[in-house]
């Protein structure tokens, strides 16, 4: 049973890995804790949803459909709302993304309600069974695609140019505009590319979750005890933090109970702040 729950633990820690490596390359490059990470993941997971009722697509195929457009709606977001707050003080930057958390999802609760939806898929109830243990077929996709969207973000961190603008960005907004980078270029982007994240987990849950207007509600809290965990800023960091993060919750469901499956989350999240508040792998500051 710790076997199997460790396989789950690692699949679904995928997802919240993928989740918040969007909010910490948001917050590594801009220096902004996004709130609104979860209501976006929904967003996502409704586009899937919309999608397939009218296109008739599966999940998987929609991928390269939602991914390109929450990028376009991230890049909306910073140019619209995000990019007035830039250089402000940081209680100017909570406010609006926990007030665009609120209308994301009472915007969602007016267009659709409060129901919930559920998309046909007939991988849903699929499985994969070796050695005793079954492994949902639909959770090892998501795993997969997860980590090869982090593996890509890895690339374009460090092999491309705008990844090279990133990191010179979020070490010094001035030097990098001395260098002729457009922090608030490169800061679009970054945003965009964090809530593209986000909405291809929203579409990779799909299958798992229902949806409804609070599901990111769901994510959001984990994805901070895994950004913190992991260390703010730190992709790496908050890859290893998903996966473990994960591993504990499933083990919390089993050995304690379903509904104390956050309780070992939390446990952990809190245990992190007392010993090293920078988390696991964040470096000491002065």
């Given at each position: 049973?710790?076997?199997?729950s460790?396989?789950?633990?690692l699949?679904?820690?995928g ?13 590594g ?8 990470q ?32 929450c ?34 999802i ?10 919930y ?48 603008a ?21 800061f ?9 994240l ?7 849950m ?46 919390s ?6 509904d ?27």
């Open positions: 049973m710790m076997v199997q460790i396989i789950n633990g699949m679904i820690g997802i919240y890995a993928l989740v918040a490596v969007g909010l910490t390359l948001i917050f490059v801009m220096g902004i804790v996004n709130f609104a979860g209501e976006l993941l929904m967003v996502g997971m409704f586009l899937t949803y919309l999608l397939n009722q009218w296109l008739g697509l599966g999940i998987y195929p929609l991928f390269f459909v939602v991914t390109p457009l990028f376009l709606i991230g890049y909306g977001i910073f140019r619209g709302l995000i990019n007035r707050v830039i250089g402000k003080p940081d209680i100017y930057q909570i406010l609006l993304t926990l007030g665009l958390s609120i209308f994301l009472n915007g969602a609760i007016m267009i659709w309600g409060p129901d939806h559920s998309i046909p898929n007939t991988i849903k109830q699929a499985a994969w069974n070796f050695g005793g243990f079954s492994i949902p077929v639909a959770r090892v996709i998501a795993f997969c695609v997860a980590a090869a969207m982090v593996w890509a973000l890895n690339i374009v961190i460090n092999k491309t140019e705008m990844g090279r990133m990191r010179a960005t979020a070490e010094s907004r001035e030097i990098a505009t001395l260098l002729g980078i457009n922090p608030r270029r490169t679009a982007i970054a945003f965009a590319i964090g809530i593209a986000a909405g291809a987990a929203g579409l990779l799909s299958p798992l979750f229902y949806v409804y207007p609070h599901v990111g509600q769901l994510f959001s809290n984990t994805a901070f005890v895994v950004v913190v965990l992991g260390g703010m800023g730190d992709v790496y960091g908050a890859m290893i933090g998903g996966l473990l993060i994960g591993i504990v919750e499933a083990l469901s089993v050995y304690l109970a379903m104390l499956a956050q309780l070992g989350v939390f446990v952990i999240f809190i245990l992190v702040l007392f010993l090293r508040p920078n988390g696991l792998f964040g470096r000491r500051t002065a």
